[in-house]
């Protein structure tokens, strides 16, 4: 098989006549929109032989990629006490991205009460001039 970076038409098509190892080596060797694509294929497909591989792009860098290896495994709803473990957990860390760019969001847009220090120029000057009001000793 080739390298080149299949399109996502071409996704499709292998999605239509079940080419699974196609869409399995694109989700392997791809690029990330070809392998978030191939995810999504290989989540309409449903075939019970393709949780290895998604299991191996459950943890890829890309977080769209991974969020659709885990909507695939999902789906696919394997009966498996350690594969359900694994995805609970993995949505579990999606959650916790997700919440924290949402704070992060809320932090960013909140207002911040500035207050006006005083500055210690002026305040320097006013002690200057209360001691030049005092008589000298």
Known sequence: MKLIQPSENTIMDWRDVNAVD???YALKHGNYK?????????????????IPILLNAMNDKIQKVSIAALNALE??????????SITRKRFNWVKELRDKEENRKVK???KHNIYRWKR???ESFDRVKEQ???PMR
Not at 34 to 50: C, D, H, N
């Open 108 to 110: 960013k847009d909140k």
């Open 22 to 24: 196609k869409i399995e």
């Open 120 to 122: 210690a120029s002026k």
């Open 34 to 50: 070809t392998r978030q694509l191939a995810a999504e294929a290989l989540e309409q497909i449903g075939r019970p032989s393709s």
């Open 75 to 84: 789906a696919l709803g394997c009966n498996d006490d350690l594969v359900i």
């Open 132 to 134: 030049l009001k005092k």
